[in-house]
Nanobody, 119 residues
Framework: QVQLVESGGGLVQAGGSLRLSCAGSGRTFSNYAMGWFRQAPGKEREFVAAISWSGGSTNYADSVKGRFTISRDNAKNTVYLQMNSLKPEDTAIYYC????????????WGQGTQVSVSS
């Protein structure tokens, strides 16, 4: 079992920044890849970013490339999502996820944290 707890969401004006954190527990954090997803009202959950177990490889959705940065600190069992130049369309609930058995489909999810961007 893996437990994931997100934090850092909030309300920000367009052009602003936020940093989300996700603390993991229950299994050796450095053994698995992590990702961030988001779900806007009335839309399906979508992929945002992912990072390999070592942090040496990252992947981003086209919509956030150049604005968002995913990183991890395995000593703190935490993954981060730095979000800059935020846009109103970034408004969503953001979820972190752990890839345990598959590199394509997460096995565990956090409860989500709300990010709201005002215009």
């Amino acid at each position: 079992q893996v437990q994931l707890v997100e934090s850092g969401g909030g309300l920000v004006q367009a052009g602003g920044s936020l940093r989300l954190s996700c603390a993991g527990s229950g299994r050796t954090f450095s053994n698995y890849a992590m990702g961030w997803f988001r779900q806007a009202p009335g839309k399906e959950r979508e992929f945002v970013a992912a990072i390999s177990w070592s942090g040496g490889s990252t992947n981003y959705a086209d919509s956030v490339k150049g604005r968002f940065t995913i990183s991890r600190d395995n000593a703190k069992n935490t993954v981060y999502l730095q979000m800059n130049s935020l846009k109103p369309e970034d408004t969503a609930i953001y979820y972190c996820a752990a890839y345990i058995g598959s590199i394509t489909t997460p096995d565990y999810w956090g409860q989500g944290t709300q990010v709201s961007v005002s215009s």
